[in-house]
């Protein structure tokens, strides 16, 4: 059985709330999402990946606009052997401002914040994430705007499936 994630990251990678408005926020999804195993925050010093496990589809080159399907299940797809390497490097890389990714389209290389990851992804320096929240609606409009308030930023939604 999968685990799925619900992510919370502002909309402003470089956002970091303050810790104590950070921890009211886990403490409000939590409630929004009783059934849910782990509310957690996560700070960072510098821009990193969110990621959303196997939820990655495609990508949109940001130099050719040519999307790339992304198929685990299909061998020889060069979309799911260019993101295997990219993951691999996005989990070591300490500076992702600086990296640039030779795309599998057009063989050019891009900076990596300016990949369109079609929705599924993002970068940011927080995160607020609750695991198998056990819904499939994901948070309303107005626990959103609740959660906005608290932590004094825009949010995007991110579903993440391991």
């Known amino acids: 059985m999968s685990d799925q994630v619900l992510k919370l990251v502002?909309?402003?990678k470089y956002f970091v709330p303050e810790i104590n408005s950070a921890e009211k926020a886990r403490e409000l999804l939590e409630g929004f999402f009783p059934d849910g195993e782990q509310a957690e925050v996560k700070f960072s010093?510098?821009?990193r990946f969110i990621d959303s496990g196997s939820n990655l589809e495609k990508i949109t080159c940001s130099l050719c606009r040519k999307s790339t399907d992304i198929n685990p299940f299909q061998e020889n797809d060069i979309g799911t052997e260019w993101w295997?390497?990219?993951?691999?490097?996005?989990?070591?890389?300490?500076?992702?401002?600086?990296?640039?990714?030779?795309?599998?389209?057009?063989?050019?290389?891009?900076?990596?914040?300016s990949v369109d990851f079609c929705g599924s992804a993002s970068f940011s320096m927080f995160e607020l994430c609750i695991w198998n929240p056990y819904s499939d609606d994901g948070i309303s409009k107005v626990q959103l705007l609740e959660l906005e308030g608290v932590l004094g930023c825009k949010l995007k939604q991110i579903w993440a499936r391991y």
């Open 84 to 113: 295997y390497e990219l993951d691999e490097i996005l989990s070591s890389s300490p500076d992702l401002q600086a990296l640039n990714v030779k795309m599998p389209c057009c063989g050019q290389y891009a900076a990596i914040q």
């Open 10 to 12: 502002p909309k402003d």
């Open 45 to 47: 010093d510098s821009v």
